[in-house]
């Protein structure tokens, strides 16, 4: 049995940064594949960024490549999402996902585990 909790997420100005982090409990994160989704109303659940489970592989989406950051802490047993440069488009809830795989995936289907989400709003 694998739990993940999101925290960090709010409110932030156009332009300003926020870290989310996913915590993990029943396996180590050593085990997993990582990843992060988000979500807005009306629309389909869209992958953020991966990364694999010795880090070594690491995908982003086009539309926050070069913004974003995925890492691992193994000691904290935490993933986390560095959002710099944040823009209105990026309002979702940011949901972390895990999956017992060595590979990094962008499909939602793919994943076992999810957190509860995490809501990240950004004003212009």
């Known amino acids: 049995q694998v739990q993940l909790v999101e925290s960090g997420g709010g409110l932030v100005q156009a332009g300003g940064s926020l870290r989310v982090s996913c915590t993990a409990s029943g396996r180590p994160i050593s085990t997993l594949a990582m990843a992060w989704f988000r979500q807005v109303p009306g629309k389909e659940r869209e992958s953020v960024a991966a990364?694999?489970?010795?880090?070594?592989?690491?995908l982003y989406a086009d539309s926050v490549k070069g913004r974003f950051t995925v890492s691992r802490d193994h000691a904290k047993n935490t993933v986390y999402l560095q959002m710099n440069s944040l823009k209105p488009e990026d309002t979702a809830v940011y949901y972390c996902?895990?999956?017992?795989?060595?590979?990094?995936?962008?499909?939602?289907?793919?994943?076992?585990?999810w957190g509860q989400g995490t809501q990240v709003t950004v004003s212009s």
């Open positions: 990364i694999s489970r010795s880090g070594g592989n690491i």
């Open positions: 996902a895990a999956r017992l795989s060595t590979w990094v995936s962008a499909d939602p289907q793919l994943y076992n585990y």
